[in-house]
């Protein structure tokens, strides 16, 4: 007989399957993003400004960010906070399974489908535009692990601060732009100016996409860029088990 939690995350898994928008966003738009970049000829052109690398290159961890940032800021936080709102986190309180399992299933769903979105859009990347695979493999799983606990905890972050569905909504809107940024979507962040590249490698995403960049190269992560990341998933882990509320 499964264990409550199991069920838990069975029941959230079918519920989270009927959601065919929060589906696309994270698993498919990053990909047909780094798809219509590549279409574009000069940024399939070697540039000897970016290292003799091209503009669809760097958009590959960029594609891969945008599927982190995406689950943690848009898709979790409205689920999580309409729960709450609706007492259901109230009432999982005084039966035998807890509010937790249900914690832990959206975010081992929310983490697992923003890694499939990874997957997808290194895939993309190399089939379609010949984009090398990650030539440290183990480095850039380091990061990309590393920067899922960042979304997602920021995403928890967000529910935690927000009482209700709307406000999450409006939060998360709030957060995801300024994260496209220093993740790169507008401007590739090795392509940043270099005083504006130091500022934004120290956010969470900026730092990520330095680090998933050298892993991508062959190089080691810096631990500079690993340790802001993990800085921040510290600081935002501890904001959010501070601040959330089961009711």
Do not use: N
């Not at 940024?43 to 599927?67: I, K, M």
């Not at 969470?204 to 960049?213: I, V, Y």
């Amino acid at each position: 007989m499964p264990s409550p939690a199991a069920a838990v995350l069975r029941t959230e898994s079918r519920l989270f399957a009927r959601e065919p928008g929060s589906l696309f966003w994270i698993l498919v738009f990053p990909s047909v993003l780094l798809l219509v970049i590549g279409l574009v000829p000069s940024f399939r052109a070697v540039s000897d400004e970016l290292g003799g690398r091209r503009v669809v290159d760097l958009y590959v961890p960029v594609a891969v960010l945008l599927g982190l940032i995406t689950a943690g800021l848009q898709a979790m936080p409205p689920v999580l906070t309409g729960y709450r709102e609706r007492g259901v986190l109230r009432r999982m309180a005084t039966t035998p399974v807890r509010p937790a399992a249900l914690l832990t299933a959206q975010l081992v769903l929310h983490g697992a489908a923003a890694l499939v979105s990874a997957l997808l859009a290194v895939a993309v990347g190399r089939t379609v535009y010949g984009v090398e695979l990650p030539a440290r493999p183990a480095g850039y799983l380091l990061a990309l692990l590393l920067t899922t606990a960042a979304a997602l905890a920021l995403g928890a972050t967000v529910c935690a601060v927000s009482r209700t569905q709307k406000i999450a909504t409006a939060i998360g809107s709030a957060v995801f732009f300024p994260a496209m940024f220093t993740a790169g979507v507008w401007v590739p962040v090795q392509a940043m100016p270099e005083a504006l590249r130091r500022v934004v490698g120290l956010t969470p995403f900026g730092a990520a996409s330095e680090a998933l960049d050298r892993a991508a190269a062959g190089g080691w992560p810096g631990w500079a860029a690993v340790g802001v990341t993990a800085l921040w998933t510290a600081l935002l882990t501890a904001a959010a088990v501070r601040w959330f509320r089961w009711e």
